[in-house]
């Protein structure tokens, strides 16, 4: 919560009292940070604190502060589902490629490193059982060759997550128009 206060003052004036924008921001950063896992359970996440700021920084603009779906619907929901994406071939190279990722301004280890974060914290249920983190290698490899197909792979993927599982109500609801 220090991390995200400090964060929001550094772009606010230095008014005596913040602005109500100001403290509903400082609320939905602490969000993540009540989440039920400790950071000892967050394999592959050497510094949770610096991985939470690179996603808002980096993410949250987009994915809003929780992973939620933007509310004209153009920016898909990640809660409770990005996970399903490494069941798939070609989803955890995805997950890398998309240019949010692919050309964040972080390091390639802080990239493999706020991926494991994010994967564990918004969609640990999805997670394969055999959930192998994100490396430093891995993402250099794959950041080389950025998706330029991003809705479209992203439906192929979408339609290969829902044949794993054609009745969970969740991936009805993140059918893609056509």
């Known amino acids: ?17 913040p602005p109500a924008v100001v403290t509903r921001g400082l609320v939905l950063c602490g969000l993540f940070t009540c989440l039920p896992f400790a950071a000892a359970d967050l394999v592959g996440v050497d510094d949770p604190e610096r991985a939470q700021t690179n996603y808002m920084l980096n993410c949250q603009g987009c994915h809003r ?10 920016v898909p929901g990640m809660r409770d589902f990005i996970g399903h994406f490494l069941s798939v071939p070609g989803g955890r190279e995805f997950l890398v490629q998309v240019p949010g990722s692919a050309n964040a301004a ?3 280890a802080e990239l493999a ?13 999805q997670l394969p059982d055999a ?37 969970s109500p969740k991936l009805k609801m993140m059918e893609i128009p056509e």
Request: hydrophobic share 35%.
């Open 1 to 17: 919560m220090v991390l995200c206060r400090a964060l929001v003052c550094a772009r606010t004036s230095r008014r005596a009292r």
């Open 65 to 74: 502060h929780d992973g939620a779906e933007s509310p004209d619907g153009a």
């Open 106 to 108: 972080i390091s390639n």
């Open 113 to 125: 490193e706020l991926l494991n974060w994010l994967l564990q914290r918004i969609s640990r249920e």
């Open 131 to 167: 959930f192998s983190p994100y490396t430093e290698t891995e993402v250099a490899h794959l950041r080389r060759t950025p998706e330029d197909d991003v809705v479209g792979t992203r439906a192929t993927l979408v339609r290969a997550i829902e044949s794993l599982d054609p009745t």
